[in-house]
């Protein structure tokens, strides 16, 4: 039988699926199911692509990569990214040490995230990380633990641009435009806060100001629509720039939100829920091209010139989603022929494995690992093993499947290991990581002792159990 690339991750060979040069069924078979499965040449790949893209198109100044730690913390992922010479998006004091222990450059760590406390900040102006403040309140705190450690914090501004023509609908919510979604979100000082903090900020000997940040999220994957969002943070800046004394940024990150390629982002929404496929998701390229077009004419528009500007870009879903996938076994196929005619495809995964189903309502590719190149004949509920309803796949598409047979859902390389939680006390999955035809696990699945790890009985309540106290 004829074999078939789906991408540098996946391929079809002899009708089953593969991942890089491993076989998915020797995947489950050696390891159990569920498990995450990535993809480290697909990995490698995608960040190369994605540096290159955006510095082929800021020729002007220096282009820094930081993922996200948030889309996928797993330790040996993170020191492959290190290996490959890119910073890192961290939110948190846990997230800033697993960037610290894999060893990335504390220059090349945006800290992120809202509310900071102080052994955050300490940590990070210890470490030499920059902070990217995110309300008036964290310039004061930020301010005042560099006096006490005598250090000078290299900071950025969290900005909230007015995004006034994102008028477009968000992927997660149709009722509600990308402008209205963004002003919901919580990040970002307020602009005429900044406007009245930043010029004693900017003169503080405590702090450098090094410059803007700003976060758009996934809310669509139209071009224009990051055009706009890009047009917005030129305007601002140029805004900040003219009441600041003609202060200038000498970095502009413009953080992550990008869709991934297979893009399974909103897609179970019920608007969207018979729609594998909305539409082609344009390539990382084009996306880079419309936001860096699109921030040097609105700079130049306000007066701020671009040359020698380091520009930054923090991916999480773009880069890691692609790369992974989830493998489950079948467990059981039920139907039924009335009152309503329904087939349910029992897995031993979850939904609470792959909580965007819930999240970003997401709307997961899925192959039939054994039967990777046959028809669809069969439209059936994937389902999940919790009391919920843990509908996974709602009317999937499917070859013809049996009790025994695999499942893999595709593009789970992001956030799905990351939030995936223990609900019915279920130990969560573990993740292998697949080098050509090598396999080796880099999460160890949970054990029941691991769920309940955590918890502790006080001696009492454990005597009055025994003795069958009321």
């Not at 690339?5 to 489950?28: F, P």
């Not at 890009?230 to 900040?240: D, P």
């Not at 992550?256 to 893009?263: A, I, K, L």
Request: negative net charge; contains cysteine.
């Amino acid at each position: 039988m004829a074999s078939s690339v789906i991408d540098d991750v996946l391929s079809v060979r002899d009708g089953r699926l593969y991942v890089e040069d491993v076989a998915a069924t020797e995947l489950a078979a050696r390891f159990g199911t569920p498990v995450y499965v990535i993809s480290e040449t697909g990995l490698r790949t995608r960040i190369r692509r994605f540096s290159r893209a955006f510095a082929e198109r800021w020729p002007e100044g220096t282009v820094h990569v930081l993922p996200s730690l948030k889309a996928n913390f797993g330790l040996a992922l993170r020191h492959i990214l290190t290996q490959e010479g890119v910073g890192c998006d961290t939110f948190g004091l846990a997230e800033l040490q697993v960037a610290l222990d894999a060893r990335v450059p504390p220059e090349l760590i945006s800290v992120n995230g809202s509310s900071k406390d102080r052994s955050l900040v300490e940590r990070a102006l210890r470490a030499g990380a920059r902070i990217t403040l995110d309300s008036e309140r964290e310039v004061q705190l930020v301010r005042q633990v560099a006096r006490d450690l005598g250090l000078q914090a290299k900071v950025r501004f969290r900005l909230r641009p007015d995004y006034s023509d994102l008028e477009f609908a968000s992927d997660f919510a149709p009722d509600i435009s990308v402008r209205e979604a963004a002003q919901a979100y919580k990040p970002g000082i307020p602009t005429e806060a900044l406007l009245r903090i930043g010029p004693d900020a900017v003169m503080a000997p405590e702090l450098d100001v090094r410059g803007v940040m700003v976060h758009l999220g996934r809310h669509s994957s139209d071009l224009e629509v990051w055009r706009r969002m890009a047009a917005g943070v030129g305007a601002l800046v140029g805004e900040l720039s003219r009441a600041w004394n003609g202060w200038q940024p000498r970095e502009i990150d413009l953080g992550g939100g990008f869709p991934s390629r297979r893009d399974p982002t909103g897609r179970g929404a019920q608007h969207a829920r018979h729609d594998d496929r909305v539409g082609p998701v344009p390539e990382i390229e084009q996306y880079a091209e419309a936001l860096t077009s699109a921030l040097r004419e609105s700079l130049r528009q306000s007066g701020v010139p671009t040359r020698d500007k380091v520009l930054e870009v923090e991916p999480g879903r773009s880069l890691y989603a692609d790369v992974g996938v989830q493998l489950a076994t079948v467990r059981n196929i039920k139907t039924q022929s009335r009152p309503v005619a329904r087939t349910w495809v029992e897995t031993d995964t979850s939904e609470m494995f792959l909580l965007d189903t819930l999240i970003e309502h997401n709307r997961w590719e899925t192959v039939v690992v054994e039967r990777a190149a046959a028809e669809s004949t069969l439209t059936a509920d994937i389902v999940g093993i919790s009391c919920g309803f843990d509908v996974i796949v709602p009317d999937a598409r499917l070859p013809e499947v049996h009790e025994g047979d695999h499942v893999a859902f595709l593009s789970t390389g992001a956030y799905q290991d990351a939030t995936a939680a223990n609900f019915n006390a279920m130990p969560r999955p573990g993740t292998v990581l697949v080098h050509g035809s090598d396999a080796e696990v880099i999460r160890r699945p949970e054990t029941v002792e691991d769920v309940f790890r955590r918890d502790v009985v006080p001696p009492r309540v454990a005597a009055g159990a025994r003795s069958g106290a009321a």
